[in-house]
Nanobody, 125 residues
Framework: QVQLKESGGGLVQAGGSLTLSCVGS????????MGWFRQAPGQERDFVAA????????YYADSVRGRFTISRENAKNAAHLQMNGLKPEDTAVYYC??????????????????WGQGTQVTVSS
């Protein structure tokens, strides 16, 4: 059973930066595609970014492309989300998620098997 734990959330002013990290345990991390999703109060959980098991391919939501960068370090069982140019509308709980390398669509929350507990990101104006 894969377990994921996020860290790095917090309060930042608009225009600032944060880096979220997700550390996995209990499985073969290098065989997992990884994704980041976010959920604001009263909203659905939205796709933010994803990276394939090898790190070769990345995907981004239009709203964050050019500001956020997803990466991974398989040797450390870790995935990261570098967030620059943060806006108040980026405020949400951010979730790390994983699915097997050979299944599912990386941009669809319902296809992910494993989820972290989430970390709050708040961007003040």
């Amino acid at each position: 059973q894969v377990q994921l734990k996020e860290s790095g959330g917090g309060l930042v002013q608009a225009g600032g930066s944060l880096t979220l990290s997700c550390v996995g345990s209990g499985g073969t991390f290098s065989l997992l595609n990884m994704g980041w999703f976010r959920q604001a109060p009263g909203q659905e959980r939205d796709f933010v970014a994803a990276i394939t098991w090898s790190g070769a391919i990345t995907y981004y939501a239009d709203s964050v492309r050019g500001r956020f960068t997803i990466s991974r370090e398989n040797a450390k069982n870790a995935a990261h989300l570098q967030m620059n140019g943060l806006k108040p509308e980026d405020t949400a709980v951010y979730y790390c998620a994983a699915l097997s390398w050979n299944s599912g669509r990386l941009t669809q929350a319902k296809d992910y098997t494993y989820w972290g507990q989430g970390t709050q990101v708040t961007v003040s104006s």
